[in-house]
Nanobody, 122 residues
Framework: VQLQASGGGLVQAGGSLRLSCVVSGRTFSRYSMGWFRQAPGKEREFVAAISWSGGGTIYAESVKGRFTISRDNAKNTVYLQMNSLKPEDTAVYYC????????????????WGQGTQVTVSS
């Protein structure tokens, strides 16, 4: 199973980015997906998750109302639309595929992408 994340970059505060993660090697539509991030010197933290159908989503409080997770099962791709970006959103963002269909707990994610850097300047 491979997860390929892309879409990161440098953006000014208040700007937007859309991350993508393409999954191969498993039946993408069966499993929930998530996004996590890790800032320098900090532990990895949960950002957002989406169920197998896209009908269920959940967000960290710090990104609620600014970020939107979505998926296209026909393209084996999960997205993270990030609006109103803040300098504290700066981190490496990772996508992850869970071993369950509905919203997963952190321990239920079994495959991880390589990460994509997001840097928000003030």
């Amino acid at each position: 199973v491979q997860l390929q994340a892309s879409g990161g970059g440098l953006v000014q505060a208040g700007g937007s980015l859309r991350l993508s993660c393409v999954v191969s090697g498993r039946t993408f539509s069966r499993y929930s997906m998530g996004w996590f991030r890790q800032a320098p010197g900090k532990e990895r933290e949960f950002v957002a998750a989406i169920s197998w159908s896209g009908g269920g989503t959940i967000y960290a409080e710090s990104v609620k109302g600014r970020f939107t997770i979505s998926r296209d099962n026909a393209k084996n791709t999960v997205y993270l639309q990030m609006n109103s970006l803040k300098p504290e959103d700066t981190a490496v963002y990772y996508c992850a595929s869970a071993r369950v269909s509905f919203i997963a707990t952190t321990s239920e994610y079994e495959y991880w992408g390589q990460g994509t850097q997001v840097t928000v300047s003030s």
